[in-house]
């Protein structure tokens, strides 16, 4: 309370920077937290696939061979369980409509769907509230579904036994059971799932079904997970899989091919794993690694502010330390007086920081992506953090100035010839010179982030993503695929015909969204087996045009010569030296090969390459061709002024034409950019904690600079009376910390170089580390200091110079 201004930068400086670590924390273990809630998830491993041609990696995926799983148990004693999951769902439009019920059927389109052999339910732990994880996915027609999903259906009734009619494009009609009610799954998951219905509803579907489903070796469209016998040399096992896919995939040597199975920690897979075919959006290991810097940055910032205005302090302090050992004290009594000062101001530190913790944290959810249910304070690593910071702090952060204040010497302090010690300046100022380093660096992190960013939205893509209106192609449709292609064209004729419409067009792909379908091309006159894979989409004539692409070479899809249907091609620029020609113009009206599709197309045209993902990839290989009616994709470009009366109308034409299917629409711009989440939540928390050290750094710097001022008041003084200025005082008063905030950041620069450098190299395509910012960074921590040591270096300078003489 004598203090005032002392203690509230302490205890205040103190409770934002534990509250600022321990919210980075909670972010950094919750990150870290996927699919640790799974039993034995220590053991448990998915097979990921990565495809070589001619020694070259031209594919690497998430999923795998669905006979995999099979064979590794049969194959490795170490393997003792599998499970696999057919990502059809993930892909496909599927609507599941419950008909029994009173009143009109309950439908809704399924996103989070997948078939699941019969064990992934006690393999994966899942909690079942009604029936049996071993056998609920025995049978055929077996459908086990989520808590929440099923109240979306039933209500209150009891679901057991119930049939749900799952329809979709390409088998429409399956009549499933319900055998089984799982609580929905915790948000920190890589793979979440309302839907699973067994495998073996599959295996009926026709001729060679159960080769395809379970044990083949052809389509590679599941999710394998494995798990490993306690103490497995995962490494060791990982060498023996080129043998067993020698024995299962003979024909790969002979087409010079590879395949690598890798097994993926589950635990990992959340923030190490970005492959294609991936079930949900992952998030990444990089800025896990850079907030917990950070973390640590705000509360040693914190702790060096405490270290600094004690030890500072020190001249204030000097005669109560003699008159006490005059008086009797002990210097061990004295540390113990020092330290329990440090320790009150590091208990009140920490119950203001759990209340500032209390009102941030719905905000630091919106910010940080995490979700709402997820409570920080049950939290173990939380818990014990705070009172690891506590003890630590307590002891860190009032040992040294308890020792350096309870030696002082009566003699000295009395007398009033008590001067700081050199070994305490030094101390200090090599204090300050981390914290200036600190925020320096995090200055130039903050901006290379920002610019990192802002490069990424507004790159050129090759297309254009504004405006344009997406809708996924109708689950519920004809059967009859003449009937269905005349739908496909009704629906788009109908919408151009509309003013607020300026384009639509159809296709098997949309950015942001890995492409399904790789085709093994070649050149036509290169010998067969010389592949390479490629992206292999189907669009409609209007697709270039309506996604703004550049022809380089040849020409564009046209309604003007009927025999491109299914006979034509457009290739990208990248494809080009993959199907041997150096120029755009020498491949027009040359053949080129999909074997897998056994298809032979013309190439009537070259685009100029476009990234149909983020930038942290390549721009991909691709072959258009041209299938009016591989609508996976309606891509709408829509009036920019007109946007409401636009989706009105799609939504209308819809209803009218697809009858009997929810209508759901996004636009491009906005699930383009969502590959960015990871990115963009970095960028922010990023920025708010940079910001918050540097806040916290200049509290202690404005304690500092005022205990800085006081001591030389009365050099103030006299220097006033010879004619010194307020100008002339304040730069007296500050040149000390300029020098030290630009040998700071002589500290500071190659190391958040060397750190920035690392992170845009994650990116294929990134701007380049802007030295001018690292000046501007500079700078902008000189003005700060200033701004925060002339309160005090002003207010000292202005100060009549009689009373400044005064004052000891």
């Not at 919106?366 to 307590?394: D, R, T």
């Not at 101390?427 to 600190?438: E, M, N």
Request: aromatic share 12%; hydrophobic share 45%.
């Amino acid at each position: 309370m004598k203090n005032k201004t002392y203690s509230f930068i302490n205890i205040s400086g103190l409770a934002i920077g534990l509250a600022g670590a321990l919210l980075i924390l909670h972010y950094v273990t919750f990150e870290l937290s996927y699919d640790n809630f799974q039993k034995d998830s220590e053991n448990i491993y998915r097979v990921s696939l990565d495809i070589f041609q001619n020694n070259e990696e031209v594919f690497n995926s998430a999923e795998n061979y669905p006979g995999v799983g099979p064979a590794m148990v049969q194959e490795f004693p170490e393997v003792i369980e599998w499970a696999h999951l057919y990502n059809m769902g993930y892909k496909n439009n599927v609507v599941i409509t419950y008909e029994e019920g009173a009143g009109q059927p309950i439908k809704f389109k399924q996103r989070k769907f997948l078939y699941a052999s019969p064990n992934f339910l006690s393999l994966f732990s899942n909690q079942m509230l009604l029936g049996d994880a071993k056998t609920a996915l025995v049978e055929p027609f077996s459908i086990v579904i989520s808590e929440s999903t099923a109240k979306k259906y039933f209500g209150d009734e009891d679901p057991m036994g119930k049939h749900l009619r799952l329809k979709d494009d390409d088998y429409n009609d399956e009549n499933c059971i319900v055998t089984g009610v799982y609580k929905d799954l915790p948000p920190n998951t890589h793979l979440k799932y309302d839907v699973l219905i067994s495998t073996a509803t599959l295996y009926g579907r026709f001729d060679g079904a159960v080769t395809r489903y379970k044990t083949g070796w052809g389509r590679k469209d599941f999710y394998t997970y494995i798990k490993v016998a306690e103490g497995t040399n995962v490494n060791a096992l990982q060498a023996k899989f080129p043998q067993m896919i020698d024995k299962y995939k003979p024909e790969l040597k002979e087409n010079e091919g590879k395949n690598v199975f890798t097994l993926q920690p589950l635990q990992r897979i959340h923030l190490d794993s970005h492959l294609s075919d991936e079930a949900e959006l992952n998030g990444s290991g990089e800025p896990i690694t850079y907030l917990s810097i950070i973390a640590i940055f705000i509360i040693l910032i914190a702790w060096v502010n405490y270290i600094n205005l004690a030890t500072s302090r020190s001249l204030d302090r000097a005669k109560e330390v003699g008159i006490r050992k005059v008086l009797g004290s002990l210097r061990s009594q004295l540390i113990r007086q020092f330290m329990f000062e440090s320790f009150v101001i590091n208990l009140l530190a920490v119950v203001l920081a759990v209340v500032i913790i209390a009102l941030t944290l719905p905000s630091f959810h919106s910010l940080s992506g995490i979700p709402a249910e997820v409570k920080i304070w049950q939290n173990e690593m939380i818990l014990w953090s705070l009172i690891a910071a506590f003890l630590i702090g307590s002891f860190a952060s009032g040992i040294y100035p308890a020792l350096v204040l309870s030696s002082f010497k009566p003699v000295s302090t009395l007398t009033g010839k008590f001067r700081n010690s050199g070994t305490g300046v030094v101390l200090r100022k090599a204090l300050v010179i981390f914290q200036f380093a600190a925020s320096t660096a995090l200055i130039i992190g903050t901006f290379t982030v920002y610019r990192q960013m802002q490069y990424v939205k507004n790159a050129e893509l090759g297309f254009e993503m504004d405006q344009i209106v997406v809708v996924e192609r109708p689950a519920i449709s004809s059967a009859d695929p003449e009937l269905r292609n005349q739908q496909v064209v009704a629906f788009s004729n109908e919408l151009r015909s509309n003013s607020n419409i300026k384009e639509v067009t159809s296709s098997g792909i949309v950015p942001g969204k890995k492409i399904r379908f790789k085709a093994d091309v070649r050149a036509y006159n290169q010998p067969a087996g010389q592949t390479y894979p490629l992206n292999f989409v189907g669009a409609d004539f209007e697709f270039i045009q309506t996604m703004g692409m550049q022809v380089i070479a040849g020409r564009d899809f046209s309604r003007d010569f009927p025999n491109d249907l299914d006979t034509a091609a457009l290739v990208t620029r990248s494809a080009l030296r993959q199907l041997g020609y150096e120029s755009p113009e020498d491949i027009i009206g040359q053949a080129i090969v999909a074997e897998n599709f056994d298809a032979t197309v013309v190439v009537i045209g070259v685009v100029e390459d476009y990234n149909h993902e983020s930038l942290r990839e390549k721009a991909i290989p691709s072959v258009f061709i041209l299938q009016p009616f591989w609508a996976e994709y309606f891509l709408i470009k829509v009036q920019e002024q007109n946007i409401s009366p636009a989706l009105a109308a799609i939504e209308s034409q819809w209803g009218s034409t697809f009858p009997g299917n929810p209508f759901e629409y996004f636009f491009l711009d906005e699930f383009f950019n969502q590959q960015y989440k990871s990115e963009d939540q970095f960028q922010s928390l990023f920025s708010v904690f940079a910001v918050l050290a540097i806040f916290i750094g200049c509290m202690g710097l404005f304690g500092l600079s005022a205990f800085t001022a006081m001591k030389r008041t009365k050099e103030i003084g006299v220097r006033k009376v010879l004619g010194a200025t307020v100008p002339g005082l304040f730069f007296l008063l500050s040149k000390e910390f300029v020098v030290l905030i630009l040998i700071s950041s002589l500290i500071a620069w190659p190391l958040i170089y060397l750190a920035m450098d690392s992170w845009l190299q994650g990116f294929e395509y990134h701007t380049s580390i802007n030295l001018l910012v690292f000046v501007l960074a500079t700078l902008l921590i000189i003005g700060i200091a200033l701004i925060t040591v002339s309160f005090q270096t002003v207010k000292s300078a202005r100060l009549n110079p009689v009373d400044s003489l005064r004052y000891e």
